[in-house]
Structures are given as C-alpha cells and as structure tokens.
C-alpha cells in the first residue's frame, strides 16, 4: 500500500498541471512568433552589418546589441512607453490597426523577440563575414542580380550560422522574464509564460514541487533544440560539402 502510495506520489509530480501545461504551450507560441518575426530582421541587419560600411555603422551596431547589456526591465518600460495603450505606436497601431501589445501575448512575443534579436544577430553577422565576396561579384559577373547572387550563394552558404541564430533567439525567446514582467505583467492564460509560471511558483510556499516540475520541462525543451540544431547543423555542412567538391 505504501508502495503504490509513493508510485502515485511520483507519478503526480511527473504530470502537469493544467496552467502549467497552459504556461508551456503559451511558452511555445510566444517563442516561435517572436523566431518568425524576429529572424528575417536579423538576417538582414547581420547582412548589412556584415558586408556595408555606411555612416553611423557603429551606432547601428551598438543599438542592435543594447537589449543585450540593459536590463531587461529597463527594455519592457521602453517597451511599453512605446507600445503601451498610450505610446505613440501603440495607440497608433490600436486605433488603425486593432493591434494590441499590451498585456497580451503578442506584447509578450513582441519583448521575446527584442530580447533574442541581438543574440541572433551576432552569429549570422559572423557566418556572412565569412562568405567570401568574390563569390557574389562573381555571380554578378555572370549577370545574376544582387538579391539572385545572395539567395543562391550567400544565404545557402551561410545557412549554419543562422540555423545557429535562429536557435539561440528561440532559446532565449523562451527564457525571457524581465522584459516580459514589466511590459505585458504576469497574466494567466495570457501573458504568463513558463518563465513566470516558475517565478510565481516560487512565491509560494507550497509551490516548491510545480516550480521544480517546469524547470525540468523547460530544461528539457532548450536540451532538445539545441540537439535538433547541431543536427540540422551537421548535416547542413555535409551537403555543403558535398556541393563544394
């Protein structure tokens, strides 16, 4: 009888909770949005960053990394004086669009992707750097178009670091906390993704075993893309490879 007592004890701390499996399914939404939006941008701001030299490069730059050296509670007020209900874009885009950020999910999407962006940026900054320009003059050359030259050889070349970067944003996307608390507040069902399901765990005195349950799952989660990406990773290089010799 005991004997089953503790098989059942177990087995309840294995299960999630309904609101915790609503904080991870949300978790996964918000990262993912924030991956789709987020990733297009860095590709293009790495490309110009890596291959131009234009005025105010160095501005440019330092802007795209400061999520990375603020705290992130000072980037979610920057967040929500812009975007807020009364910010310039946010009542902008409420009163033309119907689009909301504020304490919503998409305003949780919206910090993720802000917070992952310059973690994004930097290695696929890195990947273009190290595809050789001769390449695309070449293709050029040969009367491809610029944006023709860099689909067929700059990106595809460049494919591993971005895999790299995408990885890292999602991962990120998925951790973030200080930035999200601050713009969008910790809303149920809305706005509390696993992050602040785990902060509010822990302010509560029974809430030691859920807080514990959701870090394993989300160490589980970031464990499995980060193998998902250093396969997709190898077996990009090999057909890169193979398409060199």
């Given at each position: 009888m005991a004997h089953q007592t503790k098989d059942r004890a177990h087995v309840d701390f294995l299960n999630l909770q309904p609101a915790e499996w609503q904080a991870l399914l949300l978790t996964l939404k918000v990262a993912t949005a924030a991956l789709f939006v987020a990733l297009p941008l860095a590709v293009v701001t790495a490309y110009l960053l890596a291959r131009y030299r234009f005025p105010g490069h160095g501005i440019v730059n330092a802007?795209?990394?400061?999520?990375?050296?603020?705290?992130?509670?000072?980037?979610?007020?920057v967040l929500l004086m812009m975007f807020g209900r009364k910010g310039p874009v946010g009542a902008f885009l409420s009163e033309t669009l119907g689009i909301s950020f504020a304490f919503n999910w998409t305003g949780a999407a919206l910090a993720a992707?802000?917070?992952?962006?310059?973690?994004?940026?930097?290695?696929?900054?890195?990947?273009?750097?190290?595809?050789?320009?001769?390449?695309?003059?070449?293709?050029?050359?040969?009367?491809?178009?610029?944006?023709?030259?860099?689909?067929?050889?700059?990106l595809p070349l460049a494919l591993p670091g971005i895999l790299g970067g995408a990885i890292l944003g999602f991962a990120k996307a998925m951790g973030e906390f200080g930035a999200t608390i601050t713009f969008v507040s910790n809303i149920p069902g809305e706005t509390r993704t696993l992050a602040l399901a785990i902060y509010t765990a822990t302010q509560s005195p029974s809430g030691d075993v859920a807080a514990f349950r959701m870090t394993l799952v989300a160490a589980f989660v970031a464990f499995a893309?980060?193998?998902?990406?250093?396969?997709?990773?190898?077996?990009?290089?090999?057909?890169?490879?193979?398409?060199h010799a």
């Open positions: 802007l795209v990394h400061m999520p990375l050296v603020l705290p992130p509670v000072v980037t979610g007020y992707g802000v917070m992952a962006f310059p973690l994004m940026v930097r290695p696929i900054r890195l990947s273009f750097e190290a595809v050789d320009p001769k390449l695309e003059e070449a293709a050029k050359s040969l009367g491809a178009y610029r944006a023709v030259a860099f689909v067929t050889i700059t893309a980060l193998i998902a990406s250093e396969l997709l990773a190898r077996r990009l290089r090999k057909r890169l490879g193979a398409g």
